[in-house]
């Protein structure tokens, strides 16, 4: 069973920008398509951008050209980098495997506010 560990997150002011790093420990994470999520409460998880095994990604529309998503098979290692951050991105993050999603961390909370 795969762990994971969300980190990164904090409180920013609009426009500015924050590095999630997603941690995971035991086997399996490199063989499988990643993906982060982001949930507000009173509202489902919803999928923000995905990156397969070998790199290619899927960037959900509302935040194309703000957020970019890589991952580090040697390091076990996701990261989100958020550029250009607004309001609307306020949520907790969480990341996890796409196809068969193992427990779900604790997730970093994002705070996008003046």
């Known amino acids: 069973q795969v762990q994971l560990v969300e980190s990164g997150g904090g409180l920013v002011q609009p426009g500015e920008s924050l590095r999630l790093s997603c941690a995971a420990s035991g086997s399996g994470f490199g063989f499988n398509t990643m993906g982060w999520y982001r949930q507000v409460p009173g509202k489902q998880r919803e999928l923000v951008a995905s990156?397969?095994?070998?790199?290619?990604?899927n960037i959900t529309d509302s935040v194309k050209g703000r957020f970019t998503i890589s991952r580090d098979n040697a390091k076990n290692t996701m990261y989100l980098q958020m550029n250009s951050l607004k309001p609307e991105d306020t949520a907790v993050y969480y990341c996890n495997s796409i196809v068969r999603p193992w427990s779900w961390g604790q997730g970093t909370q994002v705070t996008v506010s003046s």
């Open positions: 990156i397969t095994t070998l790199g290619s990604a």
